[in-house]
């Protein structure tokens, strides 16, 4: 942080570099240590993340954001665990959405509400499979994902709608209705998914509307 205050491209890396080797440090005291628990070792390795973000915004550093956003992705993986229930999993990758939207809101990085998008949807499909309340629970995530990348890209558009940002705007709001879909279709009840799909068609109306 010292370093890029002259050389913004330098103190990026050294910015980088040092939050991944938080990561590697949690990951090897929890692996071969089992000196944090599996939420600890999350919890740490997702405030060395945001201190990423926040140098990331406070010296325009685009490169910057999208590796915290990628490490942020990664760290719940270096210390999965069967005790994270669905619930945890998912409100971690909502912390991790609306940080980056707030990085977006910042600078107008819309990339990265798409790499969000992308993480949320790879991160949903090994759960789309679970039954009962887990089921209800990842549909109703299901549902607050798709309002926040719904709102988000509303907002995009309106605010920072340019021939460069154009494209990922309309990525984003295909890949958002995708991503719904795929839900409904995997964990809704089938008499319900004829009425969600309706009741959301007429939102992303509105939305188109607006």
């Known amino acids: 942080t010292w370093r890029i205050r002259k050389y913004e491209h330098q103190g990026g890396i050294f910015t980088a570099i040092g939050s991944t080797t938080i990561l590697l440090t949690i990951t090897a005291a929890r692996q071969l240590y089992d000196f944090f628990t599996p939420s600890v070792a999350l919890f740490i390795m997702l405030m060395s993340i945001v201190y990423v973000a926040f140098v990331s ?6 490169s910057l954001a999208v590796t915290g956003l990628i490490l942020a992705s990664i760290a719940p993986l270096l210390v999965i ?7 945890e999993m998912f409100s971690y990758l909502l912390v991790v959405v609306l940080g980056t939207l707030w990085v977006v809101n910042m600078r107008r990085w819309s990339i990265l509400t798409f790499i969000s998008l992308m993480v949320v949807f790879l991160y949903g499909l090994p759960y789309l499979g679970v039954r009962g309340t887990d089921q209800d629970i990842a549909l109703l995530f299901s549902f607050i994902f798709t309002t926040v990348f719904f709102i988000a890209n509303i907002a995009g558009v309106i605010f920072n709608e340019t021939d460069e940002t154009k494209p990922i705007h309309i990525t984003i709001g295909l890949g958002t209705g995708m991503y719904l879909i795929m ?5 809704a009840s089938p008499e319900w998914q004829s009425l969600l799909c309706v ?12």
């Open 183 to 187: 839900w409904i279709l995997a964990a």
């Open 81 to 87: 665990s069967p005790d994270f229930s669905i619930t």
């Open 199 to 210: 009741s959301w068609m007429i939102v992303f109306a509105f939305g188109s509307y607006i």
């Open 57 to 62: 915004v406070r010296y325009n550093q685009k």
